[in-house]
């Protein structure tokens, strides 16, 4: 058994049907724990849980909209009665669909984007909060961005609500500290997920996006799953409140 190994522990992560949350959930699973699936598409989260099963773990599916604040106490309800416990949370669920200049962006989308990538954060940790606290343990990872740490232009909408993930996490690892609940931020650069088709689709965009990557390529969904298999184990028993940036470079430039 290594500090990275996972037996015995039991996760919930949110938007598992797809991308980044699907490697994160079968990696979790790769490492022992059983792993509660959240996303929207049942029939896809059908396909995670098979995949998990096969690896001699227990899969449940949990589906809600993240961004319905009843449907995530619910949600949460749901993978502690099925599981038990949680010892792992995972808010990875989010994402963004249009680019606009600050000024052009209507407030509709604005809130669209926050309901999504920061009130959802918020809703899962009140949510799980109590029970992580109570039980004494527990690691909450929340999936930020690149575009939380420096600008991107257009995308402020989106940038402005992984910033305030980055925020939030490092108020909740200094408030729940004392419990031995830890909170830390993974923070990917371009991953190759349905998310970032749109520039893969165009040559033009993805020359753009990748020259400014030392790595010169884009990330696997798997590639972010060894650092969240990292945060989410006992290897990184005393890392609270960090940002673990995995992004081929790309902010170090
Ligand atoms: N890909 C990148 O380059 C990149 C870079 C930095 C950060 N990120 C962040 O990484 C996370 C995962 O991104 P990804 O690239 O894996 O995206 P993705 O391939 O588009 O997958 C998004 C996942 O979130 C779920 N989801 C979306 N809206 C939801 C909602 N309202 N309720 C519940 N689940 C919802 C989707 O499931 P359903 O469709 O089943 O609802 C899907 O499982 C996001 O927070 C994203 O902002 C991605």
Redesign the pocket.
Known sequence: MTAFDLTGRTALV?????????AMAVAFARHGADVAL????TA??AEVQAEIEGLGRKAVVV?????DAEAVRGMVDGAISSLGHLDIVVN?????SFSVPFLGARPQGWDKVMK??LD?VVEVCRAVGPHLLERKSGSVIN?????GLSAVPMMGH?GTA?AAVLALTRTLAAEWAWAGVRVNSL??????????EFARAEESIEKALISRVPMQR??T?EE?SGPAVFLASDASSFVTGHSLIVDGGLTVT
């Open positions: 949110t938007g598992a049907s797809r991308g980044i949350g699907r959240n996303g929207r598409d896809l989260l589906a809600a909209d993240v961004t990875n669920a989010g994402g963004n999504l990538n959802s999936v930020a961005s690149v575009a989106y992984k923070v990917p650069g371009w991953v190759a997920t349905d998310l970032t884009w990330a969904a972010i």
